[in-house]
């Protein structure tokens, strides 16, 4: 059963790219693409006339409704900025490459998946956090993050933007955080109208996970051969695997593993399939991004730095 998942990981990782990484449980990660390939994405657009930082972060405050969600940290602005906005730039998780990277691009508003604060405050500000707000300061880039609401959202949401790359549609709310769901179960349709055909093989389920994100899953194959419910949980979503077992799911798209599942998944008969933490949260965040540039009509880059995990 777990044969081909092994041929998954050994035949299509390291002989590609370099610097795989195998963690002491013998989950084989594919390595980031290489520093010298970093990607930045850019929108065509081009801003004439600024916008008003406030404005745009009251508008992401409406659209992801942060309000609803008890979450780890902090959501929206965290670091205050320039007042005005010719140039939002994105990424998933705070770093000083990161900073230095938008800088770079002279963004005056940086919104990320992961901030830079965690809990209910910030505490004292040690070197390290004092090296990271020195370059936001510097540069007088406001920082903002969305976390939870950026997993959950219907058309902005990591998982929903997931759900439909994969070619899943019927997306039904999954995974409450403290009541609040951030997933999705979602059915995959197969080449047949009939709904007794609908699903895909679990195989091209994988496969297009793969494409999806640029990098090789860890997955369990102890599903079954069809999946036609996919429970998806971006970043760190483990713990939701009982969860979508519960659901009837057929297979679970997680981010990043825990030792456990494998035991779990084999037991239970489902797919689980960690697509990468990094990699499973890039799209909420870019398509935040391109929402704003679309609606203040600023320029929008996103800042690719690529994290194995
Ligand atoms: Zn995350």
């Not at 050994?10 to 010298?36: E, K, S, V």
């Not at 993050?145 to 439909?164: E, F, S």
């Not at 051969?225 to 679970?252: E, K």
């Amino acid at each position: 059963m777990f044969s081909a998942v092994r041929g998954l990981l050994t035949n299509r990782g390291a002989q590609i790219r370099t610097g795989d990484l195998t963690d002491p449980n013998g989950a084989r990660y594919q390595a980031a693409p290489r520093p010298d390939a970093r990607s930045v994405f850019h929108t065509a657009m081009v801003a004439s006339v600024p916008a008003q930082t406030a404005d745009i972060l009251a508008d992401l405050d409406t659209l992801l409704e942060p309000s609803r969600f008890d979450d780890y940290g902090p959501n929206g602005l965290q670091v205050p900025g320039a007042a005005q906005t010719t140039t939002v730039a994105t990424g998933v998780s705070a770093s000083v490459e990161l900073f230095e990277r938008a800088a770079a691009e002279q963004a005056q508003l940086l919104i990320v998946h992961h901030g830079l604060f965690w809990g209910s405050s910030p505490g004292p500000i040690d070197a390290p956090l004092k090296r990271r707000l020195q370059i936001l300061f510097d540069a007088d880039i406001a920082l903002a993050a969305y976390h939870l609401p950026l997993d959950a959202h219907l058309t902005h949401g990591n998982n929903a933007l997931i759900a439909k790359a994969l070619g899943a549609t019927q997306l039904t709310p999954f995974a409450p955080h403290h009541g609040e769901p951030i997933g999705f179960i979602a059915t995959l349709l197969g080449p047949g109208a009939d709904t007794n055909d609908e699903g895909v093989l679990a195989q091209d389920l994988f496969t297009r996970v793969r494409e999806l994100t640029a990098r090789d899953p860890l997955v369990f194959d102890a599903g079954p051969a069809t999946v036609r419910r996919l429970a998806i949980v971006s970043g760190g979503g483990s713990d939701y695997l009982a969860d979508a077992i519960a659901q009837g799911a057929d297979a679970f798209l997680t981010g990043e593993p825990t030792e456990r599942v494998m035991a779990t998944a084999r037991e239970q008969g489902i797919h689980y399939i960690a697509a990468g933490h990094y990699a499973t949260e890039t799209f909420g965040v870019k398509a935040l991004g391109e929402h704003v540039a679309e609606r203040f009509g600023v320029r929008h880059v996103f800042l690719d730095v690529p994290n194995p995990i």
